[in-house]
């Protein structure tokens, strides 16, 4: 007898307020041809970054620029802000969470100067990837803000 696992599903909300942009659109090639894994984008209308969901923080970058959560269901987000922001190497970030905090959806985790790294040229455009996982049979992507951007479906 072959048994099938249930699929399940992970709501992922916003990481940002701001304008939502399909990942196939934003202007870096890792981003749009989805070599990290799938997912959406946001051009932010401010410098706040909150969790989009529920779960553990396992990345925080050295440049403060991307940091990877990993949810209760062990799919894992990388959020990712602006386009060769590492090059700052962590001017005009500030974290606000440390690695293996426990993070809640909504809770403020980056805060940065949208201004100043505007002013010196970088993109803010903010990226928000479900990283590539075995375990995930599908990806649905909303347009509004105040409902789920991305629903996983998972084994």
Partial sequence: MF???????LEIYKCAQ???V????????????????DGIAINPSNGEIISPI???VVMIQDSLHAIGIKSDEDIEILIHVGLDTVELKGEGFVKKVN??????KGQPIVYFD?????EKGYDTITMMIVVNNERICGLEKGNQLD?????VQYK
Avoid: C, H, S, W
């Fill in 3 to 9: 048994f099938r696992k249930k699929i399940k599903e």
């Fill in 18 to 20: 701001g304008d939502i």
């Fill in 22 to 37: 399909p990942i196939e659109n934003v202007p870096d090639p890792v981003f749009a041809e989805k070599l990290l894994g």
């Fill in 54 to 56: 529920d779960g553990q």
């Fill in 99 to 104: 690695i293996n905090d426990r993070v809640e």
């Fill in 114 to 118: 949208k201004k100043m790294i505007e």
């Fill in 147 to 151: 409902k789920p951007l991305i629903k």
